[in-house]
């Protein structure tokens, strides 16, 4: 199983988080080695983050930003609590730019307010982040968080099925990431229990795809992201999971086939160019 992990890993796989989901430019220097099973968790203190990013304030930031904490501390209602944690999220993302932060407190506010919709907003924001994310502290913390508000969640909603796909999700592209194949099944039977009850739902079956070629269950995977091509043969981001699926397999002429479709389909030069070299190791 091993020799599979490594093999998926060494594919197209990130380089289609990285460049579907992700940013094209980092400056980030603890970057996910891919080629190793991981076999210890890193840790990232997001308050230890928030008190580096405030020594980089102006003084007018830093002054914007001690009002606002200020209001969370006199904050006696849930309510003022709630309307403080979105005001300091809009301070980090407007003024600072700074996704961590503002992610936190977008997911403290929707704690303390409880409610479907807005544990749900925080949990994609969460999601939509670690897809990309290739600092291994970082992506730990934001799966961790993601599950949780996701479960949150579903304990209002139990029989939403977006829910247990999008938590499904994140123990796919997040801990199963990682090289724990336990958190992968994990996703996949919040998975199954969706495709179960509506065998048309394209996102479980891809996801089901994608958790087979995170697991080496390349068979699988190959028989999930077939029907999602079938019925969506615009969707780029399967037709590439497909290709790693193939060469995960060792079916090189399909593989080479759903590469050079997917180069089609997603139309970005740097991924082009990736999948173009990884194309020459399968001839």
């Not at 991981?38 to 002054?63: G, H, M, R, W, Y």
């Not at 599950?147 to 579903?154: G, H």
């Not at 891809?206 to 028989?223: A, N, P, R």
């Not at 090189?252 to 082009?272: D, G």
Request: include cysteine; aromatic fraction near 10%.
């Amino acid at each position: 199983m091993k020799k599979q992990f490594i093999l998926v890993f060494s594919g197209v796989f990130l380089i289609i988080l990285f460049f579907v989901f992700g940013r094209t430019t980092s400056n980030k220097k603890d970057i996910v080695d891919s080629s190793k099973e991981v076999t210890s968790q890193k840790t990232f203190d997001i308050d230890q983050f928030i008190n580096v990013e405030k020594a980089k304030l102006t003084p007018s930031q830093a002054i914007t930003l001690s009002t606002l904490e200020n209001n969370i501390t006199r904050g006696d209602v849930v309510s003022q609590q709630i309307k403080a944690n979105e005001a300091l999220a809009a301070f980090w993302k407007d003024s600072v730019k700074s996704f961590e932060p503002y992610a936190f407190y977008i997911s403290e506010g929707s704690k303390l307010d409880n409610s479907e919709k807005n544990l749900t907003f925080a949990a994609r924001i969460f999601l939509d982040n670690l897809r990309g994310e290739k600092d291994q502290a970082k992506l730990n913390w934001e799966t961790t968080t993601a599950i949780d508000l996701f479960e949150r969640a579903l304990k209002l909603n139990p029989e939403n099925d977006d829910l247990k796909i999008g938590l499904g999700s994140c123990y796919i592209y997040g801990k199963g990431r990682s090289g724990n194949p336990e958190e992968t099944m994990k996703g996949i039977q919040q998975l199954l229990s969706v495709v179960r009850k509506d065998s048309a739902n394209m996102e479980a079956q891809m996801m089901l795809g994608v958790g087979g070629l995170v697991s080496g269950q390349f068979e699988k995977s190959i028989d999930r992201l077939t029907k999602v091509v079938a019925a969506q043969p615009q969707n780029g981001e399967a037709v590439a999971y497909l290709a790693d699926a193939y060469a995960g397999k060792g079916d090189k002429a399909n593989a080479v086939k759903w590469y050079n479709i997917s180069k089609r389909l997603i139309n970005n030069p740097h991924y082009t160019e990736e999948v173009d070299a990884r194309i020459k190791t399968l001839k």
